[in-house]
């Protein structure tokens, strides 16, 4: 069974940076597609970054420049770095990992708290 864990959430002030870990196990099958999304209070959940097996990265309009995803060479573990953070940017960050075989299965990770706040 995939298993997601998540960590590295926490409160920062404004302007400051945080780092989120995310671990895939319980598969011996490569994940396509690994990424972030969050949820803030009254919102949807919506796509902060996403990174292949072949690196290619996709970024959300209000994170560029901002964050950096990135995996590790064994490609079960995606980091994501935050910097410049603002109090938009607090919310839950659930981790995403996606396998593709005939069909598509997506795992979700418990998610961890991000807080922007003076």
């Known amino acids: 069974q995939v298993q997601l864990v998540e960590s590295g959430g926490g409160l920062v002030q404004p302007g400051g940076s945080l780092k989120l870990s995310c671990t895939a196990s319980g598969s011996s099958f490569s994940f396509k597609v690994m990424g972030w999304y969050r949820q803030a209070p009254g919102k949807q959940r919506e796509l902060v970054a996403t990174v292949t097996s072949g690196n290619t990265t996709n970024y959300a309009e209000s994170v560029k420049g901002r964050f950096a995803i990135s995996r590790d060479n064994a490609k079960t573990t995606v980091y994501l770095q935050m910097s410049s953070l603002e109090p938009e940017d607090t919310a839950v960050y659930y981790c995403?990992?996606?396998?593709?075989?005939?069909?598509?299965?997506?795992?979700w990770g418990q998610g961890t708290q991000v807080t922007v706040s003076s």
């Open positions: 995403n990992a996606v396998q593709i075989f005939a069909y598509r299965i997506e795992y």
